[in-house]
């Protein structure tokens, strides 16, 4: 199923209803404190507040200049003591195989954002104790803020890529120990089941997610048949999904502010023969034309055209069946 699709007809992005879900204070906490402090409530929600996603900045090196955009989903800061520390958070609906590259390169413009903010007062304050100071515009006693970066891969398939920087060099394994890495904080929604999460609508979204994912539609009618969840968390799980149907239902009852699953349930189930009647004439198709036209393109751009699929999604069902 396409989020192309979703976003047409109702016109709502995916990673909009997703940055909404977590720019509320208590579950973006709940989600950084399960993650990097085993659920020890190490970041207060009061003391969150958002800043500026846009941490774009210029490169310039050997007299080359280039402008880079880097906007990151949801951005926050915390109040640390009498300090403070940056968290940015990243949604990622697919496998992207230089995503520890691209968490580099976002962490640095945000050091390099700030850098630039520094050497911006000091040049006006001009309050430098040595040549050194005045040459760098940085002081001796200057310093950066923390900036850490968590990315949510909510896709079906397991995560494949790579998971360091290091992963992305080719380079022998015996020589791995001489470069520096750089770590890619990754929570995989599927498989994120030793995570115990204290906020129960992130319980509720990654564990329906899944359940539809699954196609275990016994598990969704037995745990959530006399437990009513909002139109918000139905969309969000829609928005994940990609499910049309749920997405639909969430909308259309959203005046109403609960949803029974077992009405969404049955609409889950009709587009889940429907998703197998496709798949299965995708399936026929590649096949007659492996047999009879053994040409991978002509293949692809003919299923991407008779399903509307994207790119990706037709390549995955080259993969499967071809």
């Known amino acids: 199923m396409e989020v192309l699709t979703t976003a047409k007809l109702n016109k709502i992005k995916q990673d909009t209803i997703l940055k909404n879900f977590w720019k509320n204070n208590d579950r973006f906490a709940d989600l950084f404190n399960t993650f990097l ?102 002081r001796k006693t200057d310093r950066l803020h923390g900036m850490v970066t968590l990315c949510i891969y909510y896709g079906e398939k397991e995560w494949d890529g790579p998971l360091s920087l290091v992963d992305m060099l080719d380079i022998p394994d015996k020589l791995k120990f001489i470069f520096s890495d750089y770590k890619f904080n990754l929570i995989q929604m599927r498989s994120c089941k030793d995570l115990h999460f204290h906020n129960s609508d992130i319980n509720t979204v990654f564990d329906l997610s899944s359940s539809i994912y699954n196609r275990d539609y016994e598990k969704i009618n037995s745990l959530y048949k006399n437990q009513p969840i909002s139109p918000e968390l139905a969309l969000v799980v829609g928005a994940i999904t990609e499910s049309q149907e749920l997405i639909d239902h969430a909308l259309e009852n959203e005046k109403k502010g609960a949803i029974n699953m077992c009405t969404a349930l049955e609409e889950l189930k009709k587009e889940g023969v429907q998703e197998g009647l496709q798949e299965g004439e995708v399936k026929g198709i590649i096949q007659t034309c492996k047999l009879f036209n053994p040409d991978q393109e002509a293949a692809l751009k003919l299923i991407m055209d008779k399903f509307s699929l994207s790119q990706e999604t037709a390549l995955d069902y080259i993969k499967k069946y071809w």
């Open 37 to 138: 402090f085993n659920g020890k409530e190490i970041l207060k929600p009061d003391d969150l507040t958002e800043v500026d996603t846009d941490v774009s900045s210029m490169l310039k090196f050997n007299g080359h200049a280039e402008t880079v955009q880097k906007i990151l989903d949801v951005v926050k800061k915390t109040a640390y003591g009498i300090d403070f520390m940056i968290l940015g958070l990243e949604n990622q609906s697919h496998i992207h195989y230089a995503m520890p590259l691209r968490h580099m390169i976002g962490d640095a413009f945000s050091y390099q954002k700030e850098y630039n903010e520094i050497v911006a007062k000091n040049k006006k304050e001009r309050n430098f104790a040595s040549t050194d100071e005045f040459l760098s515009k940085f």
